[in-house]
């Protein structure tokens, strides 16, 4: 709770190319302890991409700028330790040492509390040349590294809670038989991922979280492609394109399959995406990658909707709207994929 808070824009986490705040005024309450001074890092995120995009992006500044002072993080509501397992890999990879951090689960006065503004937002406001220059000077050995695999796929296929791409399985079988390697970021630690990284020629990611890994190291001698799942959405484009040597968006998704939520809003996030074939063997072999002598379509076809049938049964197991199947079948229908819900 700022002093004049409205005001404080540079302070609060925002999003946009203009920071626009997306947080809102804590409720008035009693400070139970105090500390002298430290530096606001933010929030601590259960969900690996925001942390890093939206809440890790004072982390940096505040460790290396201000190296005596504590670190100062605020907890979820309600929540338990232990932090996930994520987190610490990211305090570990920003070499930060643990014992400096402070976590907020009830009112703290802090007598003088510095704050650096979002060194990159969600949404724009991308890098600084000064932060990917803090960044280059901590990690510069590090991407400084013999470049051994020419092209590597960041997966998401292992995903299972919504948020996939329908046969994205299959792709990867096709694309390890052109000799590309695929990751499972769920399988690697953060610093094992970045060490992986910074070893490869061309880097492909599915589009999600893992693509936010990159915010943690500065420029990097890299091609990026990633592979849209969401319609117009370009993720991440203003913090990567400073960072890589090329950055390419992959357009090749035909629809996204999305359910709903208790106010009958639909979920974006949580849908599965459709992939018009056509366009993504005409949008690999834009970046010097021939899928068609390994394409078969019935096999794609086939992995494709047990993954949506496997989508849908996850659905069912969730509260239920009660119009959803209708509005999934609907969806199903305008892009002819043969699954009822």
């Known amino acids: 709770m700022w002093p004049m808070f409205y005001l404080r824009i540079g302070a609060r986490s925002c999003w946009g190319i203009i920071p626009i ?24 995120d259960l969900h690996y991409g925001h942390m890093i995009a939206e809440f890790g992006m004072r982390i ?7 190296p005596h002072l504590p670190l100062v993080f ?4 309600g929540f338990s330790l232990p932090l996930p397992s994520f987190f610490w890999e990211i305090i570990d990879v920003l070499g930060v040492a643990r014992t400096r951090l402070v976590f907020v689960r009830e009112p703290l006065r802090v007598r003088v ?61 096709v694309l390890s038989r052109l000799g590309v390697l695929i990751i499972h970021p769920e399988k690697q630690t953060v610093g094992a991922q970045l060490a992986l990284y910074c070893r490869v020629r061309r880097l492909i990611f599915s589009e999600g979280s893992a693509v936010h890994t990159l915010q943690l190291i500065g420029r990097i001698d890299v091609d ?30 035909a629809g996204l399959i999305r359910g709903l939520g208790a106010s009958r809003r639909t979920q974006r996030h949580r849908g599965v995406s459709v992939l018009d074939e056509a366009g993504l ?27 949506i049938r496997a989508w849908i049964a996850l659905r069912k197991s969730l509260p239920q709207r009660y119009d959803e199947a209708e509005f999934v079948d609907l969806q199903l229908a305008a892009l002819a994929i043969p699954v009822t819900y």
Do not use: M, N
């Not at 940096?60 to 201000?66: C, E, G, I, N």
């Not at 063997?281 to 992995?303: K, S, V």
């Open 224 to 253: 990026v492609a990633v592979l849209v799942r969401r319609p117009r959405r370009y993720l991440a484009f203003a913090s990567l394109r400073p960072r890589v040597r090329a950055l390419t968006y992959l357009r090749a998704v």
């Open 60 to 66: 940096v500044q505040a460790a290396y700028l201000d």
């Open 74 to 77: 605020s907890l979820p509501e």
């Open 281 to 307: 063997l005409r949008e690999f072999q834009r970046i010097g990658l021939d899928l068609a002598p390994h394409w078969d379509t019935r096999t794609y076809r086939a992995r494709r909707d047990d993954d």
């Open 21 to 44: 705040p997306v947080d809102r005024r804590p409720p008035s309450a009693e400070p139970q302890h105090a500390l002298d001074g430290g530096v606001w890092c933010g929030f601590v």
């Open 113 to 173: 509390l510095h704050v650096y503004p979002q060194a990159e937002r969600l949404y724009g406001g991308g890098p600084s040349a000064r932060h990917l220059d803090l960044l280059d000077r901590l990690f510069g050995d590090k991407v400084a590294v013999e470049k051994d695999i020419p092209c590597a796929f960041v997966s998401r296929a292992l995903v299972s809670r919504g948020g996939q791409i329908a046969g994205e399985s299959y792709l990867e079988d």
